[in-house]
């Protein structure tokens, strides 16, 4: 097995560094970041300057941190009482100025992430038990309420604000200024305030190599379910009917039929028991 070659650590001397943190090599820490002990950075990333890294938090590989973030902040939750939560951040992410993440809550798994590949633009806000995905883009000012869940390959344009409990669907497209209530549905564009959808997010599915059929029947599912609004069965048979029952149709079926059994169009939050 080839062996990687060495990357040298370079920690500024007007850093405050808790020598019990774990750096790996190839890590630069710039002019007055701050970094806790209970912190693991992962070999290459960078803290240009002024990063604050709080509580337990682990990071992976070749991240860049941009001045101003705050990542692993206590959760702004009245009900958090000091438990030992956390923030798992992936590899290869793009963190900007004024990023703010905080760590998890006791209401659910004590955990916050960010997957890999991600771009978070300057002053957006992920919240206290949100799950962000592979490949998520977060534009400039957009707020992640607590317990939001963000697949993959999703795309949130700038100054959004959304609900707690939201799941946003992969492959989706959230349009600027909307206030996103319910779910977004995967490969959908949506905007408004409430954000709706409005139709398929054919570019990134271009983008992503998806073969024409699967987008032409999603293209016919959009219709289906939020023009002609035949209802979750009828559209179901319809697509069946017409050879249109593609994978990603499945996907986004089972998807609005787990919304529908939420409740306030968010499956997350399930109906209560009668």
């Known amino acids: 097995m080839e062996e ?14 808790d020598p019990r943190a774990r750096i790996a090599e190839g890590v630069r820490i710039g002019a007055f ?11 290459g990333t960078i803290l240009t300057s002024n990063v604050v890294i709080l ?26 009482s000091g438990a030992d939560t956390q923030v798992v951040i992936g590899d290869h992410n793009v963190i900007r100025e004024a990023v703010t993440i905080n760590r998890g809550s006791e209401k659910e798994e004590g955990l916050t992430t960010v997957g890999s590949h991600c771009f978070l633009m300057a002053c957006s ?31 949130l344009s700038g100054n959004i604000g959304v609900h707690q409990f939201t799941t946003i669907g992969s492959y989706s497209f ?31 599915l271009q983008r992503n190599d998806f073969p024409p059929e699967y987008i ?8 289906l379910l939020f023009r002609a609004k035949v209802g979750l069965d009828h559209a179901r048979e319809i697509l069946r009917n017409r050879g249109k029952l593609v994978p990603p149709v499945n996907h986004l079926l089972n998807f609005t039929q787990e919304q529908q059994e939420g409740r306030h169009g968010r499956a997350r939050e399930r109906r209560m028991a009668a």
């Open 33 to 43: 970041c701050v970094v806790g002990p209970d912190v693991t950075i992962g070999r």
């Open 174 to 204: 959230v349009g600027g200024l909307s206030r996103v209530l319910h779910d977004v549905p995967p490969y959908m564009l949506v905007e408004g305030a409430p954000a709706r959808p409005r139709c398929v997010n054919v570019v990134a």
């Open 55 to 80: 509580g337990r938090v682990t990071m992976g590989e070749f991240n860049k941190v941009y001045p101003g973030a705050v990542i692993g902040g206590e959760p702004q939750d009245l009900g958090y």
């Open 125 to 155: 806000h992920v919240a206290h038990d949100c799950r962000v995905s592979d490949n998520v883009v977060i534009a400039n000012s957009t707020l992640l309420a607590g317990h939001t869940r963000v697949q993959h390959h999703a795309t």
């Open 216 to 223: 032409k029947g999603l293209t016919e599912a959009h219709r």
């Open 4 to 17: 990687r070659p060495t990357m040298a650590t370079e920690i500024s001397d007007q850093a405050a560094v």
